[in-house]
């Protein structure tokens, strides 16, 4: 069984710029969360998705989106990009209720 | 809401020997906890997860142990070897499930040979 595929798996990208990050769960998994990874901040929820419907939302700005598609893959999207957004942005996916969230690789995002 | 924490940020262990990594919990609500392994370049991996109905849970070569009273959890590994070296994360999840999970931020696990 294939697992949560993340794409693109490294982004350079300047201040100022946008990006869109692309996470294909693991089949018949309908939620979807992503997570951003820092070395200061750890692990940090940013939002999730269930049936094409944001179910719940972390405490990020409102620069940071997504998006969840009818198959339940899933993109997050980041405008105004800022030094600070430079980490690792980690998709997960899961049956929901009391079923363990998978993680795939994650997309390291660096901003100059 | 909810906050995990955990008591050590690094563990050294010699290969063979068991290896005990802890976890605090804030809210009395969670009921859903779960372990994972990070290694260098790559997601966390799903070790084993346990619910608050439970005190203990056993997979292969791990074990959780869950103390509600306290707030405490903890993954013991037997017979820890090199491939185990990498960074553990709990994270501990409130309310049935449907709301998101909170890790704390991780034990550097090394393993010497």
Not at chain 1, 33 to 42: D, E, F, H, I, M
Not at chain 1, 67 to 83: D, G, I, K, P, Y
Request: with cysteine; aromatic share 10%.
């Amino acid at each position: 069984k294939a697992g949560v595929t993340q794409t693109p798996r490294y982004l350079i990208k300047t201040r100022g710029q946008q990006v869109t990050l692309s996470c294909s769960p693991i089949s018949g998994h309908r939620s979807v969360s992503w997570y951003q990874q820092t070395p200061g901040q750890g692990l940090q929820f940013l939002f999730e998705y269930f049936s094409e419907t944001q179910r719940n939302k972390g405490n990020f700005p409102g620069r940071f989106s997504g998006r969840q598609f009818s198959n339940s893959r899933s993109e997050m999207n980041v405008s105004t990009l800022e030094l600070g957004d430079s980490a690792l942005y980690l998709c997960a996916s899961s049956l929901g209720g009391y079923q363990p969230q998978h993680f795939g690789d994650g997309t390291r995002l660096s901003i100059l | 809401g909810e906050s995990v924490g955990l008591h050590l940020p690094t563990l050294s262990v010699q290969e063979g020997d068991n290896s005990i990594i802890n976890c605090a919990y804030s809210n009395s609500a969670s009921d859903y906890f779960i372990w994972y392994k990070q290694e260098s370049g790559k997601g966390p991996q799903f070790i084993i997860d346990i619910r608050s109905n439970m005190d203990k849970r056993q997979g292969q070569r791990v074990t959780v142990l869950l103390n509600k009273t306290v707030k405490h959890l903890s993954l013991q590994i037997a017979a820890t070897q090199p491939g185990d070296s990498a960074v553990y994360f709990c994270a501990a999840q409130p309310n049935s499930g449907n709301t998101p999970l909170v890790f704390g931020k991780g034990t550097r696990l090394s393993v010497i040979a």
